[in-house]
């Protein structure tokens, strides 16, 4: 089996608008890690890539090397820039957003569930008597 490269393959087919935006959907709805990797890839098709995609945000390279990475967490403001840059549609970015939420929502709720300790009632010692 040959295997082929996938900028030789798949690239050319990034700088399609339509193309780009259902390959990000895809990957939002498979997880914000692929969503990450889907926006490098994206960036990667692009002549100069990161170094463009510096010039266009306003943002060091290195930075969004490690944002657009599997294990990277970029902030709103960065995902946002990257996508207006790419000319992605900016609709993706309250799915973004919603994904964001709904895992922040239950952080807060695990994190809660880790803080609440048993009521205990009070000794008899520590009950107040009146003067």
Known sequence: MILKDYNATYAHKMRD???????????L?????????????????RENGFTWLAAQTGLGRESLYRALSPTGNPSFRTIRKVMRALGADERLLAHV????ESVNEEASRADGARQKKPRT??????ELTPV
């Open 17 to 27: 608008k339509a193309y780009l935006d259902a390959y990000l959907e895809a990957c």
């Open 29 to 45: 709805v498979e997880s914000e890690a692929a969503f990450y990797v889907g926006l490098r890839r994206a960036v990667q098709a």
């Open 97 to 100: 957003a919603g994904a964001a």
């Open 121 to 126: 009632e009070p000794a008899a010692s520590d």
